[in-house]
């Protein structure tokens, strides 16, 4: 059992930054993602971070989002900016069920999850 806790989110206008945080999802020695969800959508994986410092980032992020792990303090981020209104969702942390992260991180299987935390971006 992995426990997650997501924050950091909130409302911003478009062009703006944030930072996601994730507790709980350092020191992990497998891939580890963070996804997104809005409502009426399917699920989308934006980005993977591995133990070799391998980042992926699926094509709707890359170049605004940025992926890091910070094992001291045990923490996951993701640095979003430039962000959209198309990029509102409910973000996740999540461990993926494979040792590295290869391919986009939207093909990902993600087997744990925190509760998450929500994103809008106004026009």
């Known amino acids: 059992q992995v426990n997650l806790a997501e924050s950091g989110g909130g409302s911003v206008q478009s062009g703006g930054s944030l930072r996601l945080s994730c507790a709980g999802a350092?020191?992990?020695?497998?891939?580890m993602g963070w996804y997104r969800q809005a409502p009426g959508k399917e699920r989308e994986g934006v980005a993977g971070?591995?133990?070799?410092?391998?980042?992926r980032y699926a094509d709707s992020v890359k170049g605004r989002f940025t992926i890091s792990q910070d094992n001291a303090k045990n923490t996951l981020y993701l640095q979003m900016h430039s962000l959209k209104p198309e990029d509102t969702a409910m973000y996740y942390c999540a461990t993926v069920g494979r040792l590295f992260c290869s391919g986009s991180p939207e093909q990902y299987e993600y087997t744990s999850w925190g509760q998450g935390t929500q994103v809008t971006v106004s026009s």
């Open positions: 971070v591995d133990s070799a410092g391998s980042t």
């Open positions: 350092g020191y992990r020695t497998y891939c």
